[in-house]
């Protein structure tokens, strides 16, 4: 076990803003892209998109982004702006592809039931949701003053 006094687990809100800009950035990819498929009408008249490249554009292109992003920043746009990164919960350093994707998978368990997986995140000692319990890893940042210090390997 080794504690941190330069960093802090990121929050609740603070991670929520990161999500709604991750969710933003997200669409201004997505959307015109399903435009292209769909067309104005089947897109304006909220029927359902349906069919393999709904599948692809709308699930599998962001699983691969977001685990890209993970991969090579320890961080989504969001996190990167609120200066937080994803990191190991027993050791501090970068997380594994399989935590990555254990942590991706998690985020869908996170939302089953009311997202009470996200809003764990509020009430939990180290600020996980259960994505970040089932995968090991924890949110961190620089410390800000007055905040309790960062325990690995916990």
């Known amino acids: ?20 800009i991750d969710t933003i950035l997200m669409m201004m990819v997505i959307f015109p892209i399903l435009f292209a498929i769909y067309g104005r009408v089947e897109m304006a008249s909220g029927v359902t998109l349906t069919g393999a490249s709904n599948i692809l554009i709308s699930y599998i292109l962001p699983a691969v982004v977001v685990i890209i992003f993970w991969t090579t920043k320890n961080a989504t746009p969001g996190k990167m702006v609120i200066g937080a990164t994803i990191v190991d919960a027993e050791t501090g350093e970068p997380p594994s592809l399989k935590q990555h994707v254990i942590r991706y998978i998690g985020y869908y368990l996170s939302a089953i039931i009311f997202c009470l997986g996200f809003i764990w995140v509020g009430f939990d000692r180290k600020k996980q949701g259960w994505h970040d319990k089932l995968a090991g890893t924890v949110v961190v940042r620089k410390k800000n003053k007055g905040t309790e210090p960062v325990k690995f390997g916990i």
């Open 1 to 20: 076990m080794f504690i941190s006094t330069e960093l802090e687990y990121v929050g609740f809100w603070a991670r929520v803003w990161a999500s709604l």
